[in-house]
């Protein structure tokens, strides 16, 4: 059984900072990531790596304050964001998939609000 169970959302403010994490079972993946929707809003990509290198893309409005990484022993991906803003206030949801361009699995969202 597939599953993705992202951890470490919360409030905090402007100019904080958090990590999420996003612990994979069931399959191994080639490419991780993490979207984020804000109410009202349609679901966006913010990052993803691929896993068997060090690849990483980000999303230009989170660009130079989050990154991502992962722990191939661990099977985890992290978002390290750094500089938070009221804009960055969303679910984040952990995504996966066999490869690039193809999300087969998500977790279940974890919030992360940010006060001004």
């Known amino acids: 059984q597939v599953q993705l169970v992202e951890s470490g959302g919360g409030l905090v403010q402007a100019g904080g900072s958090l990590r999420l994490s996003c612990a994979a079972s069931?399959?191994?993946?080639?490419?991780m990531g993490w979207f984020r929707q804000a109410p009202g809003k349609e679901r966006e990509f913010v990052a993803r790596?691929?896993?068997?290198?060090?690849?990483?893309v980000y999303a230009d409005t989170v660009k130079g304050r989050f990154t991502i990484s992962r722990d191939n022993a661990k099977n985890t991906v992290y978002l390290q964001m750094n500089s938070l803003k009221p804009e960055d206030t969303a679910v984040y949801y952990c995504?996966?998939?066999?490869?690039?361009?193809?999300?087969?699995?998500w977790g279940q969202g974890t919030q992360v609000t940010v006060s001004s």
């Open positions: 069931g399959r191994t993946f080639g490419v």
């Open positions: 995504a996966a998939g066999i490869k690039l361009g193809s999300w087969s699995d």
């Open positions: 790596i691929i896993w068997s290198g060090s690849s990483a």
